[in-house]
């Protein structure tokens, strides 16, 4: 195994440019299954979970290429609607290949993902949703059958106790557009990574309106065809470097932050006293002065509001900015594991239900910390750029989920931080085998 060590207290400086959005790409990745003509997809990363879900779309019989660096060539022409267990539970995002195999092959039998650390993960309303447009939809031995045979265009309501459905918009889209009549979706999630997943849809012949909106209008079409698309910048990603700059009092320019991706997020960054120029539309250079800073409060909200992905790495940056911070988690309110961790490192959190109280103003110190999930990672391994010492960040595996090569990203930027074998930690820092 793996982990990551950092030496805190050197400034970030340059400039840094963003990969494909993971979130995107595994929608996209599924919607080639769509068409039996061959799909092009470009900028995609070089991420395990992106590698996963290649192997997925091979498990159901589809040709995937590497054409070159970040470019995928992948033609469906004949394909098989069973998903079992062992992928599912390798990578629960998987479920989006649910909307690509009902609107295909108008079924699919696909094992029914469970929770994760970051809390339960249901999928009750993709499967309303398919079961609004006539599919009729069956559960036995932690398996969902669906049959599409009957589907019509409908109206879904598609919001949940904690808003839209990102994934189960995504694949209400795919059976939608395949799907004979009209499907009118309400309350659809705005991600900018749905909205890529429509482009990329409509660029294979799909007829959908109201792209961006709460409100989409699928029109079904009988096939769809090949096609060529880029994959659009990770906000996430780009977020998570911009904190980067901003907690430790450097200067870093991120090609591919895409303004108004991140409009929340960047409005909480100024409000919190960091400096921010937008030097182009898809290019943001932001300088931090933690002297400077003030303390804010964050709800996350599905997009336009500020994204969960970004609350772990923001609270990071809180604990260290004097005065009190509230961050409340609307959409998974008990995502808070890293702050177990960060208490290690000196971070004053208390947690009252789905709000972190952040006493910020600490100063951290290095420690040996574990990594819970993927953001939680990042979040720890910002902490470490700016404690003082020595920080051994464990179960990095959950990073190299979504951020392509962090450390060496990180490393050209100025930061002190190595990739190592597990061995050479301090023993008694060393996690059980
Ligand atoms: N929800 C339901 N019922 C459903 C589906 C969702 O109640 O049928 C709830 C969820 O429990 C949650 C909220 O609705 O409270 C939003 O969940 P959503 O379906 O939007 O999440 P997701 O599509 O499963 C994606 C990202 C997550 C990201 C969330 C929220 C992918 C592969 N994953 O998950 O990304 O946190 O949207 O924006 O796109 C990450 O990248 O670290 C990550 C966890």
């Not at 079409?221 to 430790?248: F, M, N, Q, S, W």
Request: proline share 5%; charged share 20%; with cysteine.
């Amino acid at each position: 195994m793996e982990v990551v060590r950092i030496i805190g207290g050197r400034s970030l400086a340059g400039t840094i440019s963003i990969s494909g959005a993971k979130n995107a790409c595994l929608p996209l990745l599924a919607a080639t299954l769509l068409t039996s003509e061959t799909c092009t997809l470009r900028n995609v990363p070089n991420l395990s979970d992106v590698r996963f879900m290649i192997e997925i779309l091979r498990h159901h019989g589809a040709q995937v290429v590497n054409d070159s660096p970040g470019t995928w060539k992948v033609t469906a022409a004949d394909i098989q609607p069973h998903t079992p267990y062992e992928l599912v539970r390798k990578m629960r995002a998987s479920i989006c290949l649910l909307g690509a195999l009902v609107g295909r092959l108008r079924m699919a039998d696909i094992a029914q993902p469970g929770g994760c650390v970051i809390g339960p993960r249901p999928i009750d309303l993709h499967l309303k949703g398919l079961t609004r447009l006539g599919c009729s939809v069956s559960h036995k031995n932690g398996y969902i059958t669906v049959d599409a045979t009957k589907a019509h265009g409908a109206y879904v309501f598609l919001g949940g106790r904690h808003g839209s459905t990102m994934t189960g918009t995504s694949n209400l889209i795919m059976a939608a557009v395949l799907t004979p009549g009209v499907t009118h979706i309400d309350s659809a999630a705005c991600e900018p990574e749905v909205v890529d997943l429509c482009r990329m849809l409509q660029a294979m012949g799909a007829r959908i309106d109201g792209t961006g909106s709460p409100r989409l209008v699928i029109t079904g079409v009988e096939k769809l065809h090949g096609c060529d698309h880029t994959v659009l910048p990770d906000r996430i990603e780009a977020g998570t470097y911009l904190l980067a700059a901003a907690i430790t009092d450097g200067e870093v320019t991120v090609n591919g932050a895409v303004n108004e991706h991140l409009g929340a997020f960047l409005d909480k960054l100024d409000e919190a006293g960091v400096s921010i120029d937008v030097i182009n539309p898809a290019s943001i250079r932001v300088r931090g002065d933690r002297s400077r800073c003030r303390p804010v409060d964050i709800i996350t909200l599905p997009h336009p509001g500020f994204a969960t992905d970004l609350q772990a790495q923001f609270s990071a940056m809180l604990t260290l900015i004097p005065g009190i911070s509230l961050i409340t988690e609307r959409i998974y309110p008990n995502r808070f594991m890293h702050v177990p961790e960060l208490q290690r490192m000196g971070a004053d959190i208390a947690i009252e239900g789905p709000t972190a109280i952040i006493k910020g103003g600490v100063r951290l110190s290095g420690a040996p910390v574990m990594a819970s999930d993927l953001r939680a990672s990042a979040a720890l391994i910002l902490a470490g750029l700016a404690a003082k010492g020595e920080t051994w960040v464990q179960r990095i595996y959950h990073l190299d989920r979504g951020y392509e090569q962090f450390d060496k990203r990180l490393a050209s930027l100025g930061a002190t931080i190595e990739r190592l074998d597990a061995s050479a930690m301090p023993g008694d820092y060393r996690e059980e085998e």
